[in-house]
């Protein structure tokens, strides 16, 4: 008995090996050679290099008595043993995904003259290449008659040179640049055939630029003043050098510098200094810095009032003096984002509406500056006319926001809001949600039910009346994990009043919301406008905004707010991402959060299956935003 257990279990792990190997996915190339002719002498050799394939390589000849070849790892060997005139065989080279590729072999004996012929015809060479490697380039002489003399025509030697030491054996030579021109080299045979190759060298160096080249560090402004450079353009290989005694008064942080091309400039006293910073071309930039101390006066700022009347358009307001350390808030942080670069605080306007920048330096000094925003409401049509794929749906991914905000990885409460206009009934049409997770969706084809589902539809609840069509429609599906039956934990409203639903399965409870979804379902997305890859589940229809909340929203709280938001205190809110850009974009910025982490990438349904793609809107997929009564 232990002697079959053991076998069956030698068995099962040889099956589970095999298994494993079986399920290897090879990721095919194709066959490509260095070059598919070559003529030859009896006895006579050329190597020919195979540049890509799917390994165990097989070679095999049509006419063995005119040509053999040989293959180790990518490099074939064929050789002429004709003693004939002339005569011609083909060397098949086949790769294991039986890719294959011919090489046509000329073998040549006595007075016999054959093309001569040349590969690569012609050649670009860069002198900004990063090795001397990438600066030279093989030729092969695929076909000729031997004894081969090469030359560089008039002018020519300015901009190349010429290494002949593979010429005897490989029939091949090498070009190398040396200077930014043209240069012909012109091949003749011994029975005086002629090929031309075309070098072209060129130079795409650049020159090094920073984002500054005249820095001011304040001790009055910051009680460790330090300014971050980027570069912003140069030939890799940075060097950072401090010039003079400018190790005296400033240090240098070059921790992002050989990957981000960022590095930090400190103050350590008072005065002038200098940093030459360089790159592997010796192109060089000189930042001259000046540390400060600056009188503390009046906090006083050159703009009296913002404008915008443009969405996420920058406008910046300059601090004229003040005591330094300057710090912004404002009073409806959904309007206007601003933030703080030194003496240089920048604005830019989120939604329409208005509030208050509130600017305060290190001693207390406050500067009051009124900000309006006047750009136009909207709301994006996802909506594309007949062809399903050409719909526009959007999403976005909670993972770098939940390393940092790890409460919205188990929320006890939480709710869902979309303010949207539908079209037409289609089956299992996605307003908003996580698919195989918590998915707030359309039913069926004819009956406009609301359906809210869980992982396996095991939690599934919909609405007894079916939405309407054509209108302006806000549906809130709001969660309470603390209540303790299901008609108190998931309601949903519309349009601000308690809609009737009914539990078809209850197989299922939440014990938390995670705003992570299912990382094994379309990557944990949430999405706006379609579920998977299915066409037949995108959203029929308009999208004015969408909105979470980690609270469990009140009647009152979601129809008081249901077409404009009035609330002011927004600790609780999440996101909030409003289809209002009015402009070509691919981006719904996240107004809630203005790191940019949780903004939704609009794509197109057709590229769900493809890598979710940006596409940007156009202007006239924007349309007026509607009013719910």
């Given amino acids: 008995m232990k002697k079959t257990i053991r076998l069956f279990l030698l068995l099962f792990v040889i099956f589970i090996s095999c298994s494993d190997d079986d399920d290897k996915v090879i990721d095919p190339v194709e066959l490509v050679l260095d070059k598919t002719e070559l003529t030859l002498s009896n006895g006579g050799s050329g190597d020919v290099v195979i540049e890509s394939g799917n390994g165990d390589y097989e070679v095999t000849s049509s006419n063995p008595r005119v040509a053999k070849a040989t293959v180790s790892g990518n490099v074939i060997t064929v050789t002429g043993v004709s003693e004939e005139q002339m005569s011609t065989a083909e060397i098949s080279v086949t790769d294991k995904l039986r890719k294959k590729v011919k090489i046509d072999v000329t073998v040549i004996n006595g007075d016999v003259?054959?093309?001569?012929?040349?590969?690569?015809?012609?050649?670009?060479?860069?002198?900004?290449?990063?090795?001397?490697?990438?600066?030279?380039?093989?030729?092969?002489?695929?076909?000729?008659?031997?004894?081969?003399?090469?030359?560089?025509?008039?002018?020519?030697?300015?901009?190349?040179?010429?290494?002949?030491?593979?010429?005897?054996?490989?029939?091949?030579?090498?070009?190398?640049?040396?200077?930014?021109?043209?240069?012909?080299?012109?091949v003749t045979d011994g029975k005086n055939e002629k090929a031309e190759v075309l070098v072209k060298v060129i130079d795409t160096t650049v020159e090094l630029k920073v984002s500054a080249t005249e820095v001011e560090l304040d001790y009055t402004l910051q009680d460790e003043p330090q300014v971050v450079i980027s570069i912003e353009q140069g030939n890799s290989e940075y060097k950072l050098e401090l010039l003079d005694n400018a190790d005296e008064f400033i240090e240098l942080d070059e921790k992002k510098l050989a990957e981000e091309g960022k590095f930090i400039i400190k103050a350590k006293a008072i005065g002038e200094a200098k940093v030459k910073v360089s790159d592997r071309r010796g192109k060089f930039v000189i930042i001259e810095v000046s540390v400060i101390e600056s009188e503390i006066g009046s906090l006083e700022v050159d703009t009296e009032s913002l404008e915008f009347s443009t969405l996420f358009d920058e406008q910046q307001i300059k601090i004229l003096s003040g005591g330094g350390n300057y710090k912004v808030r404002l009073g409806n942080r959904i309007v206007a984002k601003a933030s703080v670069d030194l003496d240089v605080i920048k604005v830019s306007g989120k939604m329409k509406g208005e509030t208050v920048l509130t600017i305060e330096d290190a001693v207390g000094n406050i500067v009051e500056v009124p900000i309006k925003v006047t750009a136009p409401e909207y709301a994006l049509s996802?909506?594309?006319?007949?062809?399903?794929?050409?719909?526009?749906?959007?999403?976005?991914?909670?993972?770098?926001?939940?390393?940092?905000?790890?409460?919205?990885?188990?929320?006890?409460?939480?709710?869902?809001?979309?303010n949207c206009l539908i079209k037409g009934y289609r089956g299992l049409q996605t307003f908003?949600?996580?698919?195989?997770?918590?998915?707030?969706?359309?039913?069926?084809?004819?009956?406009?039910?609301?359906?809210?589902?869980?992982?396996?539809d095991k939690l599934d609840i919909r609405s007894i009346n079916p939405f309407p069509l054509n209108e302006w429609l806000h549906l809130a599906f709001v969660v309470d994990l603390n209540a303790s039956t299901n008609a108190e934990r998931y309601k949903l409203y519309r349009n601000g009043e308690l809609d009737e639903i009914k539990f078809v399965k209850e197989e299922f409870n939440y014990s938390e919301i995670n705003l992570n979804g299912d990382a094994s379902k379309m990557g944990g997305k949430f999405v706006v406008g379609l579920a998977t890859d299915q066409e037949w589940r995108a959203m029929q229809g308009v999208v004015s905004y969408a909105r979470i909340w980690k609270e469990a929203r009140t009647a009152g709280q979601i129809k008081s707010n249901m077409n404009n938001l009035v609330e002011t205190n927004l600790d609780k809110l999440v996101s909030f991402w409003n289809f209002s850009e009015g402009k070509e974009t691919s981006v719904i910025h996240d107004l809630a959060n203005d790191d940019n982490t949780s903004d939704l990438t609009i794509t197109k349904v057709k590229y769900s299956e493809k890598g979710y793609e940006a596409v940007p809107v156009k202007l006239d997929d924007f349309q007026a935003k509607g009013v719910i009564n």
């Fill in 113 to 186: 003259t054959v093309d001569l012929l040349v590969s690569p015809k012609e050649v670009e060479l860069d002198l900004a290449a990063y090795t001397e490697e990438e600066m030279r380039d093989t030729i092969s002489i695929t076909s000729g008659n031997f004894d081969y003399v090469i030359e560089v025509l008039e002018g020519g030697l300015d901009f190349i040179e010429l290494d002949e030491s593979l010429l005897a054996e490989e029939n091949k030579f090498i070009v190398i640049a040396k200077a930014a021109g043209e240069a012909i080299v012109e």
């Fill in 432 to 456: 908003m949600g996580y698919e195989g997770y918590l998915m707030i969706r359309g039913e069926g084809d004819q009956d406009g039910v609301v359906r809210i589902v869980s992982a396996g």
């Fill in 382 to 418: 996802l909506h594309q006319g007949g062809d399903l794929k050409e719909h526009y749906f959007a999403y976005t991914n909670y993972r770098t926001r939940t390393e940092e905000e790890a409460d919205l990885k188990s929320l006890k409460e939480v709710t869902f809001e979309i």
